[in-house]
């Protein structure tokens, strides 16, 4: 950037540009001029007797060094000083040329700044309006790619020293303007790369190059990665054709680099997960507030939003910070132990820090175990409440078209004919209902019933990739969009070990879930029946039958879990007696099909009655704990008797 005194020849396309300081204070004046500077940005001269902003915001030295530096010695030079007309503020005391308007925005505002909108005319159109072949509407955020342009690193040799950043266009002709149709490109890159490229190269290439002709605009941020960090910059100024360093960068665009980059590793997640799509010209407006707030912290972006000229920079602001609202999940407290019958609040909290680490549990356990009850009781107090929480159940016909997208016959509601459209599952839903602005900080839990049932390799395809890397995106089979899982997008999963029909989970599900046992032989399961008959007053003969029960069934995954005695219905007349006979027994025999055993004799409901009052002499007898486990030679009495 440089200054110099008044006396430019102004275009008289361009009217005089406006540009009011903070907190409703006086206006500024300036001019767009044609001439361009260094790096291809139209250059802007801020008029003599302008009001300055007389203090930066703090983070103005590091965000934009060069305009900091700029004003500093605009100061130290007399160009700036104290203001005789405004009180309380420094004014132009001669005309400043800069290399853009967003420069020149910077140096009387004091704090970073989008000139392309920030000045405007007495009517009120931004500057922006009168530049040729600019798009319409708000600014937009890009990633380029250029670390590895034909094994060079254009970033670190081209882009930050010049103040540019290019797309490679060696093939595209001569002639090619800013602002050209997606239809004239087309028919451009089928002439011009016939036997250069692929039809997917081609169809690739003709939105890359759209982008950064037509949609691109001044004003807009575009970032890169080079070394390990994300380098952060405004463009400023239109696309030009050039023929240079071994046809590698054909397209160029001005581009105001902020100092240093910041460390890939060390970005929010969301913004990791946009930066991984592998094209070279990428639209990241979804995420440009993550971008805007990039190395600036709550204090800073409230001291930008205070410094802010009109009030739509204040609800940008406004914008950042919400954007930037941690994801958190609520810690469960006693009251929810003591809803749920947990026997203690800390195994309710380590399941919460399992599914933060890992965001994926699975809870396993024999039948009746409470493993669904548990996974939406638990998804519903993390989530906020049950809008948050989606359940699937898998089968072994359950698809990735039923799972996730796929093509599904579908009824036009005006023709009545039947065709084959492309249908979101439950996972493409939720992933999509947690991602709306204002969600993304809300925890949204998918349930999946009887996870093993299915074959996950078919049903995630590959989702099974983003469920262990996070940070990434792939490319969608069918819809071919770049998908991501949202952050705030957890899965519980829940697994019967009972059923003998399913396969051993594979490692690669074991990696990528945490997962928890829910078993009648360990807490909370094992003594959660007896606290649910205290809790209601109910006689605990039920809970030691239980007991017994499972104490003669040597399979840990084969014991029966105490929902089954957790309902009204076994609680009416006769109903335990119905409830063992129907609901127990039947899947006891099941177990023992072809073990010539005498399935009523072993695990009847008359015999372990005996067994439980045999235990219960015992007790009297000799005081101490009444623990169940492996067959004793008490049970072995009660077999006799029986």
Known sequence: MSDEHGGHPEPAEYPEFLLRLPGGGPLARGRLLAEKGTNGSQKFVVLAASPVRSEVVPS?????PSSHRLRQQLIEEGAIRESTTWQGRLETVRDIECNSPSAAAEILVGRSANGWVEWKTADGHPLADFLNNVGWGPNRAWLVRGSNVSGLDLVQRMWLPEQRVSLDASRLRQGVEQGVTKDQLRSSVEE??????TYNQKLELVEELHAFLSRMKPGDTVCTISGGRLYVGEVTGSAEQTVSDGGRSNLRRPVEWQAGGYPYDELPEELQQKLSVQHDVVDLSVVKPLLDGLGLSDAELAAEAEAAAEGDVSAEIA??????RELELPEPGPELAAELLVHDVAWLRELRDLLWDERQLVLYGPPGTGKTFLALELATFLGGGPEQV???????SYSYEDFFEGFRPREDPETREVAFRLTAGPLRELADLASREGNRHIPHFLIIDEINRANL?????ELYFLLEYRNKSVRLTYSGDDFALPPNVFVIGTMNTADRSIALVDAAMRRRFAFVELSPRIEPTSGLLHR?????????????????????????DFRIGPSYLMKKGAYREGGLERTWRTKILPLLEEHHYGDSLDVQARYGLENLRKVVAVRKQRFAAQPGDLVWGEPSAADTDADDAS
């Open 192 to 197: 011009d790369y016939e036997s250069a490229a």
């Open 532 to 556: 649910w008959l205290a809790d209601r007053a109910l006689d605990s003969e039920p809970a030691e039958l239980l007991d017994a029960l499972n104490s003669r069934i040597e399979e840990p």
């Open 390 to 396: 989606k359940l699937v159940q898998f089968h072994p």
């Open 60 to 64: 103005f030295p590091l965000r934009m």
């Open 319 to 324: 914008a950042i910070t919400e954007r930037r």
């Open 457 to 461: 390799a078919k049903v995630f395809g």
